[in-house]
């Protein structure tokens, strides 16, 4: 979002030109209290008066809430408001950590994603698990997967497996899904694949019981991923400019 800029001298003449609350409310999509309230939050540059008490918006405002729009939609109104705040207030370093926080979240999440791809990559590679006829004890999954039964009561206590109880005498019995779920885990662990993509995975394969599905799943995060990181790049493009314009961006 651009806010257009006032021609030099308009509203008074001044260097920046001058907007009445209103005009940069409506241009920008905006109510006049929501003006007020990010002048008050900081996310606009404090604002001057008349000798009558009317604020005064100029141009540094207009390109201010442009950034703040673009940074919003890059990163987010809590990051946004962060950095904005930090300009306004002379802070540039804590401008520029909360934006590297936003770029690094993004890039775990990308890195979150390229695990659990990898681990449904290995499930798949080695084709579906052998099923049993019927719900096993934990001793007969334990057995099946190569490991003892404290692992899969460990196992269970991090969500991965949700065995059920016998009625009559409370011992764990894992229907036909969680033995193949318990072959899942067990040969993602072997391979060192960490426990947040090997839940990612299994949460994925309960929900849709498809890997194609899977995988067109992760396409679509993958692409989602893509266009924020685009957002984000135009989000920086648009704080620079506005820094540039405020003088911070000389070395």
């Keep these: 979002m651009t806010v257009p800029m006032p021609a030099a ?51 540094t405002h207009a390109r201010a809430l442009t950034a703040a729009r673009d940074m919003a939609a890059g990163h987010g109104w809590a990051t946004a408001r962060a950095v904005m705040r930090a300009v306004h207030t002379g802070d540039l370093d804590a401008a520029l950590a909360a934006l590297d926080e936003s770029h690094a979240r993004l890039d775990r999440e990308r890195g979150e994603l390229a695990a659990v791809r ?25 057995a099946a997967v190569g490991v003892r039964p404290p692992v899969l009561r460990l196992w269970e206590e991090r969500g991965l ?8 005498t409370g011992y764990r019995v894992y229907p036909v899904g969680e033995v193949r779920a318990a072959h899942v885990v067990a040969l993602l662990r072997r391979g060192h694949h960490p426990l947040a993509a090997v839940r990612a995975v299994l949460d994925e394969l309960r929900a849709t019981g498809d890997p194609d599905r899977v995988r067109g799943e992760l396409d679509e995060r993958e692409r989602d991923l893509r266009r924020r990181s685009l957002h984000r790049l135009r989000a920086s493009a648009a704080l620079h400019a506005y820094l540039e314009y405020l003088g911070h961006t000389a070395p």
């Design 118 to 142: 990898e681990a449904l990559d290995t499930v798949l590679a080695h084709g579906a698990p052998p099923a049993p006829r019927r719900g096993l004890r934990i001793g007969q999954v334990a």
């Design 9 to 59: 001298g308009a509203r008074g003449g001044d260097r920046e030109g001058r907007w009445r609350a209103a005009d940069l409310a409506r241009t920008a999509g905006v109510s006049v209290q929501q003006l007020r309230n990010y002048v008050a939050a900081g996310v606009l540059p404090p604002v001057g008066r008349t000798a009558g008490g009317y604020r005064v918006y100029t141009g």
């Design 161 to 168: 497996l949700k065995p059920d109880r016998d009625p009559a």
